[in-house]
């Protein structure tokens, strides 16, 4: 056994400076192939040959990052068959791609298609693990097929990794309540999500979360506090966003007893509403 112990620093201090720049190298490898071409025409003198091959190797990873990028606006507004579409070919220039495989992840979640969403973001994550938005949209997938031990863990990393992330709060927030966790305890972590929001969509799917559960404990008082301004926040969130959130306020009103005003508003922004069939949050990537 002791003769067993001195290897041990080794190998860590091997995992702590190879695993995050093999991870790295994984995000974009045609990088490293265009460094290692640098590297041989510095030696060679190949000059026109290499440029060729650095010049490919330059186009392959523009095609390649574009796709990412235009998969990415197609799912934030909403076009998800054109994102799925978009998604599948960035993976299969590089089936590697952790960004590929995370996008595809939030596309399947955001269609329902929620094992599917869960295979798609843990092979992500096994590409690269420090990805907090991975991380948060893992916890929507497996929350949402009632593995609540799994989700709770996969939110927490997501914290953990970046304490900034609000919705993995929103999600521990569900997880509680399902879990049958006493009210103050989801109202706190509810509003430590609402300290760290800062885009539209987080701050209003919180607030509406909240709202929730202050109408459920006959709060009203509060609950129009919480939602003073929240029409025009939820104007100013992504195009895939709004469907849900214009739905889950117009379901507020209702619980405040204010019908006529919730048919007012919903039938006032019907005919800006996606329909995608849209069922979970709209902001997992980011």
Not at 5 to 33: C, F, K, N, Q, Y
Not at 34 to 42: G, P
Not at 66 to 76: I, N, R, V
Not at 198 to 206: E, I, K, V, Y
Request: glycine residues 8%; proline residues 3%; charged residues 15%.
């Amino acid at each position: 056994m002791a003769q067993n112990t001195p290897t041990a620093p080794t190998r860590s201090h091997w995992d702590s400076w190879w695993r995050p720049l093999s991870e790295r190298m994984l995000l974009i490898p045609e990088a490293v192939g265009i460094t290692i071409l640098l590297l041989i025409s510095t030696q060679t003198g190949q000059i026109t040959l290499l440029g060729l091959g650095i010049g490919l190797l330059t186009g392959w990873m523009a095609l390649r990052i574009g796709l990412l990028y235009f998969t990415q606006k197609l799912l934030e507004t909403g076009r998800m068959t054109a994102a799925e579409r978009c998604g599948r070919i960035a993976h299969r220039l590089y089936p590697w791609s952790a960004d590929a495989l995370a996008l595809r992840g939030v596309i399947a979640l955001s269609i329902g298609e929620y094992d599917q969403a869960a295979v798609l973001l843990r092979n992500s994550l096994a590409l690269y693990p420090h990805a907090a938005a991975t991380q948060t949209a893992l916890c929507g997938a497996l929350l949402m097929v009632g593995r609540l031990a799994a989700a709770r863990m996969a939110a927490q990393a997501a914290i953990v990794l970046d304490p900034q992330r609000a919705v993995a709060y929103l999600y521990l927030a569900e997880i509680e309540q399902i879990e049958g966790r006493s009210a103050l305890e989801v109202e706190d972590t509810l509003r430590r999500g609402l300290t760290v929001a800062q885009s539209n969509d987080d701050q209003a799917a919180l607030r509406c979360a909240l709202a929730g559960l202050l109408i459920s404990q006959g709060r009203m008082a509060e609950t129009a506090l919480v939602l003073a301004g929240i029409e025009s926040l939820i104007a100013g969130c992504s195009l895939a966003a709004q469907h849900r959130l214009r739905g889950r306020y117009g379901e507020l009103l209702i619980a405040q007893g204010q019908i006529e005003r919730a048919r007012e508003y919903l039938q006032k922004t019907s005919m800006q509403t996606p329909t995608n069939g849209r069922r979970s949050a709209a902001w997992e990537v980011g």
